[in-house]
């Protein structure tokens, strides 16, 4: 399989952190304990779909990666995230970012990263991409719109991951698919986290400007 320059072998797109034998289930296991020990719980579950975009919000601290790592544990998921394509250059540790189930992206190519990330669904046969709308833990008055660029391009739906700190929950399942009216959608976009903050909520969550 070729990225954008890149040479991907099938295993290592397909072989990740979350399903690899042995390993996986006492991750999972531990995760899930974890969770439990801090109160944290999982409210739904993913779709039956082959390929789609699963966005969570609000992303307010460093401990989301954390919590992200668990609810995908939970679910059973094998998802992927998007890398800057220098760190699977590395002859170390490249692999251990595709393990984890990374896809390089180069912002150095004349495509851009919405372009490649068209191309790395195309050619999968399973593609769940996660992907914090935000871009950071920090304050933004909207998201970046990539999420949204690749779902439409692809023809691929969104999932909603939303991280409710005040409850300690974790709600996914919602599935929405895009229409004509980018307008409209993000407004119905919007309202599947309106009032949520997250971890961390002396950061106040702005959502997305219809």
């Not at 070729?2 to 390993?23: A, H, M, S, W």
């Not at 890398?83 to 250059?89: I, P, W």
Request: net charge positive; with cysteine.
């Amino acid at each position: 399989m070729r990225i954008q320059g890149y040479i991907v072998e099938d295993n290592n797109l397909k072989t990740t952190i979350f399903n690899t034998p042995l390993i996986s289930p006492l991750l999972r296991f531990l995760s899930n304990s974890i969770m439990r020990l801090f109160g944290w719980s999982v409210d739904g579950q993913l779709p039956d779909l082959p390929k789609f975009i699963l966005i969570g919000a609000p992303h307010t601290s460093n401990w989301d990666f954390v919590l992200f790592l668990g609810v995908v544990f939970h679910l059973r998921a094998n998802v992927k995230f998007m890398g800057k394509a220098e760190l699977f250059r590395n002859p170390l540790v490249g692999w251990f970012f595709y393990w984890c189930g990374g896809v390089p992206v180069d912002r150095k190519k004349s495509t851009g990263l919405v372009e490649q990330m068209v191309e790395a669904c195309e050619q999968s046969d399973r593609f769940i991409l996660t992907i914090a709308p935000e871009g950071t833990r920090h304050y933004v008055s909207e998201w970046k719109m990539g999420f949204y660029h690749i779902a439409k391009s692809t023809g691929i739906p969104l999932v909603m991951a939303v991280v409710d700190g005040k409850k300690k929950k974790v709600r996914v399942g919602q599935v929405f698919h895009l229409t004509e009216n980018m307008e409209d959608d993000i407004k119905v976009i919007k309202r599947f986290f309106e009032g949520i903050v997250g971890i961390n909520p002396r950061k106040k969550y702005i959502t997305l400007q219809g």
